[in-house]
T-cell receptor
Framework: TAGITQAPTSQILAAGRSMTLRCTQD?????MYWYRQDLGLGLRLIHY???????GKGEVPDGYSVSRANTDDFPLTLASSVPSQTSVYFC?????????????FGQGTRLTVV | GQNIDQPTEMTATEGAIVQINCTYQ??????LFWYQQHAGEAPTFLSY??LDGLEEKGRFSSFLSRSKGYSYLLLKELQMKDSASYLC??????????WGAGTKLIIKP
């Protein structure tokens, strides 16, 4: 089934440890995004990539890094995790960034930093 | 700053109609989206409005007034499976999606 796959589904991480959240899409979409979703807040953009080889910072980029070596993969890395990074992380993609292009979401990664 | 406002929670009865409102203040406007998100799942696309007026898709309709910075999602003939959160999002002048916190809709039999 075509779509976006995230791994892992959930993870408990000790504070200070690093972790990479994986995201792969098979729709050949140019644009990809990482969001975090916290209770009572809207989805907040962490980083984005408009096309392979380019990345940009979103609303809440601190403590996170991304890379976009190819069209399909867009991993998110937490270099030294902190409890405030406990959240549900969603990867999304869209066919360009034009007005009516909808975003497709992965199933999410629930991360708990203790 | 940019802001999207929608009610936190609404309750409705199976078979009835419910209207979920969304007001926005953004730097620029390139369309408004509604997404549905069931608990523990990913958001899924429902509708897109860029011009004023009503867009109808089966039991769901979405309305936009750009001059008022206002949209609503209308759900008719409510079913138990419509229990979910409904997210309003606006694309700003940079084509970046700005998201509301979502409205949790509870359907009672």
């Amino acid at each position: 089934t075509a779509g976006i796959t995230q791994a892992p589904t959930s993870q408990i991480l000790a504070a200070g440890r690093s972790m990479t959240l994986r995201c792969t899409q098979d729709m050949r979409h140019n644009a990809m995004y990482w969001y975090r979703q916290d209770l009572g807040l809207g989805l907040r953009l962490i980083h984005y990539s408009n096309t392979a080889g380019t990345t940009g910072k979103g609303e809440v980029p601190d403590g996170y890094s991304v890379s976009r070596a190819n069209t399909d993969d867009f991993p998110l890395t937490l270099a030294s995790s902190v409890p405030s990074q406990t959240s549900v992380y969603f990867c999304a993609s869209s066919d360009g960034r034009g007005g009516n292009t909808e975003a497709f979401f992965g199933q999410g990664t629930r991360l708990t930093v203790v | 700053g940019q802001n999207i406002d929608q009610p936190t929670e609404m309750t409705a009865t199976e078979g009835a109609i419910v209207q979920i409102n969304c007001t926005y203040q953004t730097s620029g406007f390139n369309g408004l989206f509604w997404y549905q998100q069931h608990a523990g799942e990913a958001p899924t696309f429902l509708s897109y409005n860029v011009l004023d007026g009503l867009e109808e898709k089966g039991r769901f309709s979405s309305f936009l007034s750009r001059s008022k910075g206002y949209s609503y999602l209308l759900l008719k003939e409510l079913q138990m499976k419509d229990s979910a959160s409904y997210l309003c999002a606006v694309k700003d002048s940079n084509y970046q999606l700005i998201w509301g916190a979502g409205t949790k809709l509870i359907i009672k039999p």
